[in-house]
């Protein structure tokens, strides 16, 4: 059995504690757990390792920053240079966040050429790659992102959309991409027994620069919208509340977070019309606790066949105001389909989204690392 050294954002350790006491769930394991199970020779590490304290290290490091300022992405080569040793000694590097992935590519593509080491590269918004870079440095990071992507043996993207644009867009091959499924773990987002359509809240999360809470602060309604982002100023008024905090920066625990979408009347995620599947984790476990989620149906929506408008969720039109007003205020006037909605969202979770279901698209994909 080939070794695969995979690389993702960190923290794996602090959550196996949590889920192990059960007060976290298993949703961003991505599967290695269950592909080591299988017999998958796997090392996980973090790709967030502090630079030694040198002249040299910091030169690259301040280079690499002042690049990443102008184009947003973050191709950070010297990342890669402090796991060589670990890369040499395995068969397959796999990538699950973007500006790692894009750095592997970098570093054996114009570092390292003779080095033929397998790589995998998983993207979540390829498509946006080029959102925030100035014009003027547009076309040299199109060149350069094309000819990155030609390093990896394979490419892995988390939404079909963002998949088959990027296919497009660079060329890519269609054999070496795969799509990844998210998968959440139903066991620890349950539904609460008693209904929340009384409830005088809405809830709405989400740190990723792809939330459009522009749109949502411009909402009225009779309830109040309880944000929790790192994206706004902190807020409590009548209207507003607005909490701050993240995964690695914690004001509210994963039961925390459940119990607001227990209470809350309705989840909101409203996104900016992207090709990258943002909002897949809220949505999925807002869902899974049979929550009526009003949802952006943006460019990027990751499973347009199973999101079915007005039976397990509704969806409204990108940078819409008055969708999203109109939505609370059908579910107000329609208990019936409120409590409808609420079943059929954790339904369509339980049938398609899953850990168990990803799992079996993750060990499809791995299935051809030998």
Not at 21 to 27: H, S, T, Y
Not at 130 to 137: H, L, M, N, Y
Not at 305 to 332: G, W
Request: net charge positive; proline share 3%.
């Amino acid at each position: 059995m080939k070794k695969i050294l995979v690389f993702d954002k960190g923290g794996r350790k602090e959550r196996e504690k949590l889920i192990k006491n059960k007060e976290a769930p298993r949703d961003f394991l991505q599967g290695i757990d269950f592909l080591c199970s299988k017999g998958f020779r796997i090392q996980n590490l973090s790709s967030v390792k502090e630079y030694k304290n040198s002249f040299f290290y910091n030169l690259i490091d301040f280079i690499e920053k002042i690049q990443s300022r102008i184009s947003q992405i973050g191709i950070r080569p010297l990342s890669v240079y402090q796991f060589r040793k670990e890369i040499n000694r395995s068969d397959y590097i796999v990538s699950l966040t973007d500006g790692f992935s894009v750095s592997l590519g970098f570093y054996y593509t114009f570092l390292d050429r003779k080095n033929k080491v397998k790589i995998a590269g998983g993207f979540h918004k390829l498509s946006d790659y080029d959102r925030k870079i100035p014009g003027i440095f547009k076309c040299f990071y199109r060149k350069l992102i094309s000819i990155i992507l030609k390093r990896m043996d394979f490419i892995i993207f988390y939404g079909d959309a963002d998949r088959k644009n990027s296919i497009k867009h660079f060329s890519i091959p269609i054999k070496k991409t795969f799509t990844i499924k998210f998968g959440v773990d139903i066991g620890f987002w349950v539904p609460k027994e008693e209904s929340s359509f009384e409830s005088n809240f809405l809830f709405s999360i989400g740190q990723d620069p792809s939330r459009d809470f522009k749109t949502l602060l411009k909402v009225k309604t009779q309830k109040k919208i309880h944000i929790h982002t790192i994206l706004l100023n902190t807020r409590n008024d009548k209207n507003f509340k607005i909490t701050n905090g993240t995964y690695s920066r914690i004001n509210f625990s994963d039961k925390d977070i459940r119990k607001f979408y227990h209470e809350s009347f309705a989840v909101i995620v409203p996104l900016k019309n992207v090709f990258q599947p943002s909002g897949y984790s809220v949505t999925l476990q807002a869902m899974a606790c049979g929550k009526p989620v009003i949802l952006t149906k943006t460019r990027g929506l990751w499973a347009p066949e199973i999101f079915v408008n007005y039976k397990n969720c509704i969806l409204v039109n990108p940078y819409s105001q008055i969708e999203i007003e109109e939505a609370i205020k059908f579910l107000e006037e329609n208990k019936n389909k409120y409590d409808e909605i609420c079943r059929e969202s954790r339904n369509t979770i339980k049938n398609h989204f899953s850990i168990d279901k990803a799992n079996e698209v993750t060990l499809d994909l791995f299935s051809n690392f030998s």
